[in-house]
C-alpha cells in the first residue's frame, strides 16, 4: 500500500486500509480451518487471487491445489494450516486478539473482523473489538 501511495505521490495519511481478517473465538481451530478451505477454494481458482497468494509466499499451496484438479478433498488439503494461520484471527482470545493485531502491524487502520462458518460470530465481535 506505501509503495502503490508512493508511486501516486499520496500518503497514507487519512487513507483506511480495511482488509477482511476471517476471525473466530473457538476451541475448535481446526473445525474453522475446514470451513475456511471449504470456502477458500473458489479464491484459489481466480487470476488475481492466485497472484495474491503467490505473490504472499504460499505458491506452494497454488501448486498442490492445481495437482490435486477436481478433486475437491484434496484441494482443500492443498490450502496450508501456514496460510490460514497468516490470514485468518482464530483461537481463544489471545489468538483471535494476535491476529488482528498482526494486521494492524502489517498497516491496517481498520481491519474487519469477518465471520468463519459454524462458529460463534458474536462472541468473536466481542473479543475482536478489543484487539
Known amino acids: 500500500m506505501t509503495k502503490g501511495r508512493e508511486r501516486a505521490e499520496l500518503t497514507l495519511e487519512g487513507f483506511d486500509v480495511v482488509p477482511a481478517v476471517p476471525s473466530a473465538l473457538t476451541d475448535d481451530v481446526d473445525g474453522a480451518y475446514a470451513a475456511m478451505r471449504r470456502e477458500l477454494i473458489p479464491y484459489f481458482g481466480l487470476p488475481f487471487y492466485r497472484a495474491m497468494i503467490e505473490r ?13 484438479a477436481g478433486e475437491l478433498a484434496a484441494m482443500q488439503s492443498a490450502i496450508s494450516t501456514d496460510f490460514l494461520e497468516q490470514l485468518t484471527a482464530v483461537g481463544g482470545e489471545s489468538d483471535v486478539h494476535a491476529g488482528i493485531r498482526r494486521y494492524r502491524d502489517a498497516g491496517a487502520s481498520s481491519p ?10 458474536e462472541a468473536t465481535l466481542k473479543v475482536g473489538i478489543g484487539a
Open 112 to 121: 474487519c473482523v469477518g465471520p468463519i462458518a459454524k462458529t460463534d460470530f
Open 56 to 68: 504472499s509466499g504460499f505458491g506452494a499451496d497454488i501448486e498442490r491445489y492445481d495437482a490435486a
